[in-house]
């Protein structure tokens, strides 16, 4: 990894990508140990900073730093003194002048990680790891995803991908709401760097306005989809980022678009089904298919410290061995 700050996929390239997963191999082995828990960054200070509720990424970077042995600090938006007419810059540069090595930053504007690591650059230099800003972007999510396939493809079916091109040949397609999802922007870019096949599969409405430049095909028949698919990722409907009636009942796209029980029948015999996360349960995914073999759910969550420590690792650590 080459520059200071994660702020996007395209900071990394693709053998940017291959350095995390090599390295996150190593830290799930860690998360294994009695006592998961590495030296690699004792000393560092990271720092959380969420404007916009989670519970998954907050909770695996701050498990990530801790099994590095870093300092943890944890801020949140609704409590802190923004309340008071505080700006954004002004609470950032107070929290560097605490000493923080590393800010990560969820925001629901699109670009704020990227005007904080600006801020920063002239002040002290911590770095930024972008957590989800607005609908731009969410790299370590789409890392973490890609680890995930990778090894469940080997676990499952013992296919072991030549590298760095891990996904190369496999056929990915991302149903939902991808207007509004960073994680659809992060995903699209890592997995075809990592030569996937990508198929978007939505209403006409939650599309961006314009494809131009994705490596994409697009459809809006997911039950041809679905035999012929590797992964099938679904996205929640991102109601919290909806200005306007993009369908007309939540009925009609569960019916339409919902891996329902009934539709899991047509997946192939090797597909796995993901998500990010929270899953809303009888909307894009019906309780018995979020719970059967075919979900890597859970499992995407946990690959996330691991993914979370090596990225950490790369732009915080020395250099020097991960330790004992
Ligand atoms: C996603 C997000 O916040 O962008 N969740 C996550 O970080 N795992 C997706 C979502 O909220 O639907």
Redesign the pocket.
């Known amino acids: 990894m080459s520059g200071r700050h994660l702020l996007g996929i395209t900071d990394l390239g693709v053998d940017g990508i291959d350095e995390v997963m090599r390295l996150a191999d190593t830290f799930v082995e860690v998360g294994r140990r009695p006592i998961p828990r590495v030296p690699a960054l004792r000393g560092k200070t990271v720092v959380s900073t969420f404007f916009?509720d989670?519970t998954?990424?907050r909770l695996s970077f701050e498990a990530a730093a801790k099994r590095l042995s870093a300092d943890v600090m944890t801020f949140t938006g609704s409590s802190s003194s923004l309340n008071k007419g505080e700006s954004l810059r002004d609470t950032v540069l107070t929290i560097a002048a605490m000493g923080a090595d590393a800010f990560v930053v969820?925001h629901g504007c699109a670009g704020v990680p990227a005007q904080v690591a600006g801020w920063l650059d002239q002040a002290g230099g911590a770095s930024v790891l972008n957590?989800?800003d607005g609908a731009h972007e969410?790299p370590t999510?789409a890392l973490l995803d890609c680890f995930t396939i990778s090894r469940e493809r080997e676990a499952r079916f013992g296919a072991r991908p030549a590298r760095p091109g891990v996904l190369r040949g496999l056929r990915v397609a991302i149903v939902g709401d991808i207007r509004h999802?960073?994680?659809a922007r992060s995903n699209v870019l890592a997995f075809s760097a990592l030569g996937a096949e990508i198929s978007l599969v939505a209403p006409a409405t939650l599309l961006p306005p314009s494809l131009a430049g994705w490596p994409v095909e697009v459809s809006h028949d997911i039950d041809a989809l679905l035999p012929k698919c590797d992964v099938v990722y679904l996205?929640?409907l991102?109601n919290e980022r909806m200005t306007e009636q993009f369908l007309p009942t939540l009925r009609e796209y569960t019916a339409t678009y919902g891996l329902t029980a009934e539709r899991a029948r047509l997946l192939g015999p090797s597909t796995i089904v993901m998500h990010?996360?929270?899953i809303r349960r009888g909307i894009e995914i019906a309780a018995e298919v979020a719970d059967s073999p075919v979900s890597v759910i859970t499992t995407q969550v946990a690959n996330g410290v691991a993914v979370r420590m090596a990225v950490l690792y790369l732009l915080l650590g020395s250099g020097a061995p991960i330790g004992a």
Request: aromatic residues 0%; without cysteine.
């Open positions: 916009e989670s998954r990424t969820r957590a989800g969410h999510q999802s960073r994680v996205l929640r991102q990010p996360g929270p």
